[in-house]
């Protein structure tokens, strides 16, 4: 299995991975040509250099996430990374592939996340919420029911989402923000109420 990515996101995949006993054999990082190895394992720069295998995101930004989800799916096989320390309900649960779901995150009943999302640290996502594919949800954030969150979507550390709130596509929610009303595709808010 690969790391895609070998930045500070992937040292924590590799990290649950390590917790979860899977065999990590290198990371693949394409921007930073200097970067040769990382806590000892390879770094592999050209896609043309990894046989066909079994790979996790280990990269925070939506769309670098979606980039090379759709660059390695082809010859490689997606894995999520779900650490033993999350808590997600048995009722209705839907979970696409490619995910990275981190230490101690909640996922209540009835909720859906989308292919290649990051939820990161202590984050909560609760009951009928539906993520869309490739959002980074950063450290405790929370997400309260019934919430719409589109596609791409990045929200800061530890901000709030209100019951019922839906985001657009490719929106920006800042940290700590507190979101009590809807927002547009490719909108960014800040502050408390979120602006």
Do not use: W
């Amino acid at each position: 299995m690969i790391i895609v990515g070998a930045g500070g996101h992937a040292l924590e995949v590799y990290h649950e991975l390590l917790l979860n006993n899977e065999t990590v054999s290198a990371f693949f990082d394409e921007i930073n040509s200097d970067k040769l190895y990382v806590l000892g394992l390879e770094v592999k720069h050209a896609f043309q250099e990894i046989l066909p295998t079994t790979f996790v995101l280990g990269t925070g930004n939506p769309s670098l996430r979606k980039k090379l989800y759709h660059q390695f799916e082809p010859r490689h096989t997606v894995q999520s990374i779900i650490s033993s320390s999350a808590h997600i309900s048995p009722l209705g649960v839907v979970l696409d592939a490619g995910l990275n779901i981190m230490h101690g995150v909640f996922i209540g009943p009835e909720v859906r996340i989308g292919k290649g999302t990051l939820i990161n640290a202590k984050s909560s996502i609760h009951h009928e919420t539906v993520i869309g594919e490739f959002c980074e949800i950063c450290i405790g954030v929370s997400i309260a029911g019934r919430c719409t969150i589109g596609n791409e979507v990045f929200i800061g550390m530890g901000a709030l989402i209100l019951p019922g709130v839906t985001i657009g596509d490719n929106a920006i929610i800042g940290a700590g923000a507190v979101v009590t009303k809807d927002v547009s595709a490719g909108v960014t808010v800040k502050g408390v109420p979120a602006k």
